[in-house]
């Protein structure tokens, strides 16, 4: 999306500061959040929904409070529209959450049990479909240059740059679409660029950017 919540970043807020703690969270709430988002996907609640829902946020909330506090707005939204909680809940932090029956603690499990229950539940994005791919490696090509005004994974970083195919991926389900609750699958490529083509001031840069983007995003150079 363009304006602030692009994928691909904004300029004109300076360097990212990288601190030295190693761990992941700042704080603990973050870690609960982090992990409520994991659990919460579904077929119906897709990636490209709730980063659409995340898109809704006001600017000035999305650009001013911590990263991992967008992601709690959002899940609120979503969880509020699925009926899976309700407003009142949410402002009195889960008090009026009534349960039935105490809830089974799950039993410990080691990392491969959980990652093989994970692969056998996880959403597959991939499907094949009858139509050709339009590109082939190595193939050059020029993304499409015009803005979007809903969800997209084409960063404006990006937009009207050529470069060439790397890799094909098969056919994926199209975010864009995904985002407006529309199921469709479409070719999917890696892309790469020159650093040099996407900021000039890199121009004795023979570094790369490899991006994963969707046929409709390519035209042929």
């Given at each position: ?48 929904w709730w980063r659409h829902c995340r898109e809704l ?42 349960v039935d029956e105490p809830l089974d603690l799950p ?85 790469v660029f020159a650093c040099a083509d996407l900021w ?22």
């Amino acid at each position: 999306m363009d304006g602030a919540h692009d994928l691909g970043g904004q300029q004109g807020f300076g360097p990212i500061e990288v601190d030295s703690v190693s761990e992941p969270f700042n704080e603990e709430w973050e870690g609960r959040e982090w992990g409520m988002a994991q659990c919460a996907l579904t077929p119906e609640l897709t990636i490209d929904w709730w980063r659409h829902c995340r898109e809704l946020i006001l600017p000035e909330d999305y650009l001013t409070r911590p990263y991992l506090d967008s992601w709690a707005q959002t899940d609120f939204a979503t969880y509020i529209e699925a009926g899976w909680i309700s407003l009142e809940e949410v402002d009195h932090r889960g008090s009026l959450i009534e349960v039935d029956e105490p809830l089974d603690l799950p039993s410990t499990a080691s990392v491969d049990d959980i990652l093989k229950d994970e692969r056998n539940h996880a959403v597959r994005y991939h499907k094949v479909v009858e139509s050709k791919p339009l590109f082939s490696e190595g193939q050059n090509i020029v993304t499409n240059k015009a803005g979007i005004a809903g969800h997209t994974r084409l960063p404006r970083y990006v937009r009207g740059i050529k470069g060439a195919i790397n890799a094909y991926h098969g056919a994926h389900v199209f975010p864009d679409l995904s985002a407006q609750g529309k199921t469709t699958h479409q070719h999917l490529y890696s892309v790469v660029f020159a650093c040099a083509d996407l900021w000039p001031e890199t121009h004795n840069s023979k570094d790369k950017v490899f991006l994963d983007l969707w046929e409709s995003y390519l035209t042929e150079a």
